[in-house]
């Protein structure tokens, strides 16, 4: 039996692993951002910078995070899941591998 919905379609069986897999190693998050940015300066002022601005916002997603030695299974999991999010690698201290995922259309559809 198959599940799914346009372009996403599982196997039952591999929802229901994923789903288990998900509740041990996964988690959903959400941060605040302070985000600072400048604007361009006026086009009639002599002024060399523009303004200086920011705003916080409220950031979310869903993380998954390896050992890089699980390397293949989480690209495999990345794979069934229609590529969603970003896989981050880190090779220094942490050895760590993780799938990202932070769109709001993708988020909808994973939960």
Same mark, same amino acid.
């Given at each position: 039996?198959?599940?799914?919905?346009?372009?996403?379609?599982?196997?039952?069986?591999?929802?229901?692993?994923?789903?288990?897999?998900f509740?041990?190693?996964?988690?959903?998050?959400?941060?605040?951002?302070?985000?600072?940015y400048?604007?361009?300066?006026?086009?009639?002022?002599?002024?060399?910078? %523009?303004? =200086?601005?920011? #705003?916080? +916002?409220?950031?979310?997603?869903?993380? @998954?995070?390896?050992?890089?030695? !699980?390397?293949?299974?989480?690209?495999?999991?990345?794979?069934?899941?229609?590529?969603? %999010?970003? =896989?981050?690698? #880190?090779? +220094?201290?942490?050895q760590?591998?993780? @799938?990202?995922?932070?769109?709001? !259309?993708?988020?909808?559809?994973?939960?």
């Open positions: 039996m198959y599940l799914g919905h346009g372009k996403h379609i599982f196997k039952t069986n591999w929802i229901s692993w994923f789903i288990g897999f509740d041990a190693e996964a988690n959903f998050k959400t941060f605040p951002k302070n985000i600072n400048t604007t361009a300066p006026p086009l009639r002022r002599s002024a060399l910078i %523009g303004k =200086i601005s920011n #705003y916080y +916002n409220i950031g979310y997603g869903f993380h @998954l995070s390896l050992s890089i030695k !699980d390397r293949e299974l989480l690209l495999q999991i990345h794979k069934n899941l229609n590529y969603l %999010g970003q =896989i981050y690698e #880190y090779n +220094n201290n942490r760590e591998i993780r @799938l990202a995922i932070t769109k709001l !259309d993708d988020l909808k559809w994973l939960i």
